[in-house]
């Protein structure tokens, strides 16, 4: 296998790797929050930051992986990348805890969009007239979907659009600080996003009340709510490591266009499992739209992405132009 081809198998497995972790930790998020009533998306993340730390950490001990040591410069290095991390995290896992799954996979559609300009104006990308159609059509069966959606929630619609913002913004920073900052490495982002937040967001779950909630839960005594609140924590830092993985192969974009894919599973399956979900037509018909777009969006990012070497001349590319410099063509 030649370098090319290696290269390419590394960008498809890493975006295996996100879509099935993306997928997982929905399902298990909905399962703690949801079906168990656990009243604290906070502490769930706070979980989930803490198995990041100590997973990488002892690998680190142990020469598993390596990554530099803590030093003055490790948060001006990685910053904003810490806000953005626990803002994916508190907004993700509440708009998890208040929208049913397919209405929470429909809203989610609206990170490519934001990714794509922030990929624009940051990183100076330029994108195909019809890679930029297909968002159009991405955008207008989500908010199709949007529109009749029987248990419209204004703070669920609030936390998810939040959260694709943060998304967005995590993404497209990630792939900027792995470039700029190498020697930090995937490893460091990692356990320096964690590390940095797990006492702050310690502290504030202690002053809203949400870590006394959390800890007189009644259902501490269930094993199967425990097996499922440590497979959410071991999912939260899969996921974080699967997201730094594949947007260090790939690009941002590249990435959303994978949890796009993703949540065509996690949207139908959630009209049959999860027991939230209100069925209409027009809502169902928002939803086949929104994820028919995205997979005619994924095909044509990663076709693109492969000719982009002869398709330099293509006529057809409907540029973003943020500066009069000549940006990189994704």
Excluded at 104 to 116: A, E, G, H, N
Excluded at 154 to 173: C, E, H, R, S
Excluded at 199 to 227: M, N, Q, R, Y
Aim: glycine share 8%; aromatic share 14%; net charge positive.
């Amino acid at each position: 296998m030649d370098a090319a081809d290696h290269s390419a198998l590394l960008k498809f497995l890493s975006a295996v790797f996100y879509a099935a972790s993306s997928f997982l930790i929905t399902v298990v998020n909905k399962t703690v929050l949801t079906s168990f009533r656990f009243p604290s998306y906070l502490c769930l993340g706070i979980g989930q930051m803490i198995t990041t730390v100590v997973v990488l950490y002892v690998a680190k001990m142990n020469k598993m992986v390596q990554f530099p040591d803590f030093d003055r410069s490790i948060f001006f290095k990685i910053f904003p990348l810490p806000l953005l991390y626990v803002g994916n995290h508190v907004t993700g896992l509440g708009s998890t805890k208040k929208l049913s799954l397919p209405m929470f996979t429909v809203l989610r559609k609206f990170t490519i969009l934001m990714t794509m300009l922030l990929e624009a104006y940051m990183l100076r990308k330029t994108f195909p007239r019809r890679i930029v159609c297909c968002v159009v059509a991405i955008m207008f069966g989500a908010l199709v979907a949007a529109s009749s959606d029987l248990a419209f929630d204004v703070g669920g619609y609030t936390f998810i659009l939040l959260n694709d913002a943060f998304t967005a913004a995590y993404g497209v920073f990630t792939k900027k600080k792995l470039g700029d900052q190498v020697a930090l490495g995937k490893y460091g982002v990692l356990f320096y996003n964690a590390l940095l937040l797990v006492i702050p967001t310690l502290l504030a779950s202690a002053v809203t009340g949400d870590l006394h909630k959390a800890v007189a839960f009644e259902d501490w005594g269930k094993t199967a709510f425990v097996l499922c609140f440590l497979i959410s924590c071991i999912m939260g830092f899969v996921l974080m490591y699967s997201i730094v993985l594949c947007s260090y192969y790939n690009s941002a974009l590249t990435t959303t266009v994978v949890g796009a894919i993703k949540n065509v599973a996690v949207a139908y399956i959630g009209i049959f499992v999860g027991g939230d979900y209100l069925f209409s037509w027009t809502n169902f018909l928002g939803l086949t739209i929104c994820m028919s777009g995205g997979l005619v969006y994924s095909y044509l990012t990663f076709s693109t992405s492969k000719s982009s070497g002869s398709d330099s001349g293509d006529t057809q590319e409907q540029k973003i132009h943020i500066t009069e410099d000549s940006p990189r063509k994704h």
